[in-house]
């Protein structure tokens, strides 16, 4: 399997942007599916977007379209989320996940293969 690392969470100021990264070590990066989630504090870990093995197909969810983007670059086993606009509901700690039989939502969340250990992104208002 893959090992996960997040970085590039922060404090930042509502209406500001934010870029985290999720950098995979170990198996072939570009064998999994990949997907961000978040978990703010009192609340279940919810998703927030992923994409295919190539980053050519990306899905959202509701609350972060038109705002979030997540993309991968397999030649840098480097899996990106561009955080936009950011709101204070953003407020969580934000995931990354690996999967190498299905592409990472909210109903296979408990069974995907890999997670990082998060980082925290804090949205002041």
């Known amino acids: 399997q893959v090992q996960l690392v997040e970085s590039g969470g922060g404090l930042v100021q509502a209406g500001g942007s934010l870029r985290l990264s999720c950098v995979a070590s170990?198996?072939?990066?570009?064998?999994?599916?990949m997907g961000w989630f978040r978990q703010a504090p009192g609340k279940e870990r919810e998703f927030v977007a992923a994409?295919?093995?190539?980053?050519?197909?990306?899905y959202y969810a509701d609350s972060v379209k038109g705002r979030f983007s997540i993309s991968r670059d397999n030649a840098k086993n480097t899996l990106y989320l561009q955080m936009n606009s950011l709101k204070p509901e953003d407020t969580a700690v934000y995931y990354c996940?690996?999967?190498?039989?299905?592409?990472?939502?909210?109903?296979?969340?408990?069974?995907?293969?890999?997670w990082g250990p998060g980082t925290l992104v804090t949205v002041s208002s």
């Open positions: 170990g198996r072939t990066f570009s064998n999994y599916a």
């Open positions: 996940a690996a999967d190498s039989r299905a592409l990472p939502n909210d109903g296979n969340r408990k069974a995907l293969e890999v």
């Open positions: 994409c295919n093995w190539s980053g050519f197909s990306t």
